[in-house]
């Protein structure tokens, strides 16, 4: 009888340790498959901006200008398209006209697509890949209230925290102020324009209802008050002081991901327009 019950016991183990096997496999694969298809739009997107013609062409319609918006920063007037978007962005947006813009920071792996639908369709990218496929890692996506053209007063951009490294698992890191120190820009373009933001606080909140700060639900500010309040709310929540505080008429974005200390938390890194 025990040696029937130590047999189903090793057994039992065995499943337990293959299906264990099969689903990091298939996780690593999965990772694999996902980081493939990022690479690829990342090449279309940079072989596209080797490409550009420097003089206006059939396809182009603005020749590159560069003006400057504020001190230390240029900003390229590029190539552009018909409907005027830029020519970096015009085949991967041909691919899925939901993609409305890209977003990198220098030294993570954040370097993506950001996708946003409408309100009827909310959240169709947490779950899904660029290509609509059922992924684990969903897209870096837009909350689908925000005006990217406008644009609205606040972005809030959504992006799982992966195990691997990837999406928006960078973003942890920014808890601690030597990262901000040491990299505090995120280039964040849409479909028509490039954009530099500068890190102005980090914080955690929980994303229960009833509990925690609704930064993703503040778009557009009522007024100056209404503005200042949200900001002083950023601040006075951040993990350390940047001495960096929005003035009302800037534009900011706030990109969220998953943080397990808090039950549903969240961990935001907010961000103003500089460039």
Same mark, same amino acid.
């Given at each position: 009888?025990?040696?029937?019950?130590?047999?189903?016991?090793?057994?039992?183990?065995?499943?337990?340790?293959?299906?264990?096997?099969f689903m990091v496999g298939?996780?690593?694969?999965?990772?694999?498959?996902?980081?493939?298809?990022?690479?690829?739009?990342?090449?279309?997107?940079?072989?596209?901006?080797?490409?550009?013609?420097?003089?206006?062409?059939?396809?182009?319609?603005?020749?590159?200008?560069?003006?400057?918006?504020?001190?230390?920063?240029?900003?390229?007037?590029?190539?552009?398209?018909?409907?005027?978007?830029?020519?970096?962005?015009?085949?991967?947006?041909?691919?899925?006209?939901?993609?409305?813009?890209?977003?990198?920071?220098?030294?993570?792996?954040?370097?993506?697509?950001?996708?946003?639908?409408?309100?009827?369709?909310?959240?169709?990218?947490?779950?899904?890949?660029?290509?609509?496929?059922?992924?684990? !890692?969903?897209?870096?996506?837009? !909350?689908?209230?925000?005006?990217?053209?406008?644009?609205?007063?606040?972005?809030?951009?959504y992006g799982h925290n992966?195990?691997?490294?990837?999406?928006?698992?960078?973003?942890?890191?920014?808890?601690?102020?030597?990262?901000?120190?040491?990299?505090?820009?995120?280039?964040?373009?849409?479909?028509?324009? !490039?954009?530099?933001?500068?890190?102005?606080?980090?914080?955690?909140?929980?994303?229960?209802?009833?509990k925690g700060f609704s930064?993703?639900?503040?778009?557009?500010?009522?007024?100056?008050?209404?503005?200042?309040?949200?900001?002083?709310?950023?601040?006075?929540?951040?993990?350390?002081?940047?001495?960096?505080?929005?003035?009302?008429?800037?534009?900011?974005?706030?990109?969220?991901?998953?943080?397990?200390?808090?039950?549903?938390?969240?961990?935001?890194?907010?961000?103003? !327009?500089?460039?």
């Open positions: 009888m025990k040696k029937r019950i130590y047999i189903v016991v090793i057994v039992a183990l065995v499943i337990v340790f293959c299906v264990s096997a298939k996780y690593l694969l999965d990772g694999k498959k996902e980081a493939d298809l990022y690479d690829d739009l990342a090449d279309i997107k940079n072989q596209a901006q080797t490409s550009a013609p420097t003089t206006p062409s059939s396809v182009a319609t603005e020749a590159p200008t560069t003006q400057t918006t504020k001190p230390g920063f240029e900003v390229e007037t590029d190539p552009t398209v018909e409907g005027g978007i830029l020519e970096d962005y015009a085949e991967l947006h041909e691919m899925n006209p939901d993609m409305v813009g890209w977003i990198k920071i220098e030294g993570t792996k954040v370097d993506y697509p950001v996708m946003q639908t409408s309100t009827d369709n909310k959240d169709f990218y947490l779950k899904r890949n660029f290509d609509k496929q059922d992924s684990a !890692r969903g897209c870096i996506y837009a !909350r689908e209230e925000c005006d990217l053209e406008k644009p609205s007063d606040n972005i809030t951009i992966m195990a691997d490294g990837s999406m928006f698992h960078g973003l942890m890191a920014y808890a601690n102020k030597e990262t901000w120190d040491y990299n505090s820009l995120i280039f964040f373009d849409t479909l028509k324009e !490039r954009h530099v933001y500068k890190i102005f606080s980090v914080f955690k909140t929980s994303a229960s209802l009833g930064y993703h639900q503040f778009v557009d500010a009522e007024d100056e008050a209404d503005f200042n309040e949200f900001v002083s709310t950023c601040k006075q929540l951040a993990f350390y002081d940047t001495g960096i505080t929005p003035k009302y008429g800037d534009k900011i974005i706030c990109l969220s991901t998953c943080e397990y200390t808090l039950t549903n938390g969240r961990l935001v890194v907010a961000a103003v !327009r500089i460039a």
